[in-house]
């Protein structure tokens, strides 16, 4: 069988200077490297969006980020370096673990939490699901109707030991919060219509009536800065807005939730001391929110902290305003008010044969269009689609 060489292969590591801020990872002296020559953009501090886009390559037409983000060069290299030591078992998983480190500490930065609070693990569901499983008989929970069912099901799944769930339309979230309501669990930015919440005015209201706000930031962060004070428990799937590979999720849990909600996925990654956990009791948790870790899937974390590390030093906000240009430039093409979120979705006929015969990748959620623009994605993405729609 013949093996196809990537380009560039054999580019060595020296030529990837914006890999130089990372720990090592010990790399086999043939590892191919798929990456073409790219602009230096130092070793730590801001980088300028323009420049860090040369670092993705896109295919034309990607308007799907809310289904999944493309990785960065550095995120994309680390990775199939690591594939490459795993291939021929060259090393120990401790390296790929340094990975889960960096990216927790990337993603408390991004938030404005202490990595204490974070926890990691696969999908945001599994979080959400602790959270709920903890929860006394006889809550309530509020979830909007459209909401992704990552954060209702696990609500949902309770109902038979005395858990109410009680959904209203997004726009209906602020008054329905009262007395009654135990969580408030909801998307800061809802991911079939891109509706973006008044997540501190939530988080106000939900905390004048005594209620645990739970916020999935899954479809925000990445180009919505948010506070993680705005939430007592904040979940993400990493692998949309921040580009992360799919299999990495956090979990931002506020002291005084840790008090109550139980570690259920209990495992020897979440060990105060991790290499001291491998066999035997007593039950020794970490302290702090790692106590809820999951072991990580080694090699989606290791395409992830790069991402992370990337994203942080381009600025979320600095992401966004580029994003929600994109989305509004579009919006104005089809005659649609403009909005605050790079989520476009509209009904228009027939939109996915027209957009999947000009070759452009977009979504089809809750019976309309979705496009969504990401920092990769550029004005001839927009007028191609706008184009093919017309
Ligand atoms: C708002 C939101 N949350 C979560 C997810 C993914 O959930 P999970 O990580 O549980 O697969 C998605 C995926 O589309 C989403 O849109």
Redesign the pocket.
Known sequence: MSRRTPPNAGVSRDRLPYLHSAPRIPFCSDARRWSVERPSLGHTGRVDLDAARALWEPDPGWLNT??YGLPPAPAWDELQAALTTWRHGRGSWEPWDASVGRAREAFARIVGADAHDVAIA?????L?GLVAASLPAGSRVLVPDI??T??LFPWAAQQDRGIEVVTVPPHRMLEAIDDRVTVVAY?A???ATGEVADVPAIAAAARAHGALVVV?A??ALGWLALDAADADVL?C?A??WLMCPRGT?FGVFAPHVREWVRPNNANWYAGADVHDSYYGPPLRLAAGARRYDLSPAWFSWVGAAPALELVERIGVSRIGAYDLALAGRFRAGLGLAPSHSPIVSARIDGAAERLARAGIRAATRAGGLRASFHLYNTEADVDAALEALA
């Open positions: 809310a289904s696969a999908t945001a569901a599994e959400v909401e992704f990552s954060n998307s930015v809802q991911s999935d899954t479809q979940v799937a692998y949309k999720a």
